[in-house]
């Protein structure tokens, strides 16, 4: 007997199924969709591991003054509270795909798909947030909403205490460069989140059609051994 209380062992339920068939691979056929998903959850354990903690190193700087020197005066600009809004925010987020990995590796270990349905989650949450950055940071290009009103050449010190040199033109160059950067960034983040998505979405149904082909295998030894009753199955699919 198994665990769930069949009589069919779980490797005897899903011999004969197929998993290295095209169906259930990406990358032209050239990779299975199982271990395509076991890599993504392995970069996304690095990178998530990574963010939270620069972001809880950085969150000590919860006072940070942003000193801008001008010819005649300095103007303090006190930038910790948004500091620390962005290193929670980020350290939250990437908890949330933590635990999400786990639930895909839970799911590649037990091959349930059900497991898979958090990461797939925060992959659709994942891609708006790309797509709604892109359309933001394309508008800071394209619409002029920022408007310096010192013209004179000026320092700015940070965290370390680094002086750049910064005049009106830098800054609006900056911003505008940086503002295309992070539009083909977001971009290509949305895009590559797309094709992660499918593989993930792949990987899920791989496991269902294995469950499902381990079901059918289990009510046709039923059926050849006289021990099939059509009335219980019936009963069976209408719970």
Known sequence: MSSNGSSVSKESRTLG???????????????AVRKATLVIA???LIYSIAFIVLSATRLHHGHAILHVKFDNSTK???????????FASAMG????????VITTLIALKKENQFFLVPKMMMQILTEIFYIAAAFVFAAVVFVKQYDFEYKVIGTVAWFEDKEYNVTEAKVRAMVTWAAVGLTFLAIACAILQVWTFTIVLGCYRMFRDKYDWGHWI???????????????QLGTLQR
């Open 76 to 86: 303090n600009v006190t930038i910790g509270p948004a500091l620390g809004a962005f």
């Open 93 to 100: 987020f990437n908890i949330v795909q933590f635990v999400t």
């Open 218 to 232: 289990e009510h046709s030894k039923d059926i050849r051994a006289g021990s099939f009753d059509p009335l219980v």
């Open 17 to 31: 199924f197929q998993e290295d068939v095209d169906r259930y691979k990406c990358l032209c056929g050239r990779l």
């Open 42 to 44: 392995i970069s996304t």
